[in-house]
């Protein structure tokens, strides 16, 4: 599995490392981040408060993988990587993402 990735991504083991630990941290930063931010917002029906949730932390995940691979020295990788997500979502075009490629 990490083989593929490594050759997917073309990178060496120690960066594929790297970017690892920066997709968890990242990731588990915006979950500790958006239960803050829904505690303060107090929503009391569930489904509303799953909602709600769900799409604050697709809003929040960019930018805390982005604000934690900068120490990481993957911050070049993961602009790319968002890129291609933002394109393939239709939220970017092809032509903006020509700039980070």
């Known amino acids: 599995m990490f083989e ?3 050759k997917k991504w073309k990178v060496k083991t120690g960066q594929l490392t790297l970017i690892l630990c920066t997709f ?5 930063a915006t979950g500790w981040l958006g239960k803050k931010i829904m ?3 107090a929503v009391e ?5 799953a909602i709600l949730y769900i799409l604050l932390v697709t809003l929040i995940w960019p930018l805390m ?3 934690v691979s900068v120490p ?5 990788f993961f602009i790319r990587y968002i890129t291609k997500l933002g394109v393939k979502m239709g939220l970017v075009s092809e032509k903006n993402s020509a700039n980070h490629a």
């Open 39 to 41: 505690n303060l917002l």
């Open 65 to 67: 993988v982005l604000l």
């Open 4 to 6: 593929r990735l490594q």
């Open 72 to 76: 990481f020295g993957q911050f070049r």
């Open 24 to 28: 968890a941290i990242g990731g588990s």
């Open 45 to 49: 029906q569930d489904w509303l408060w």
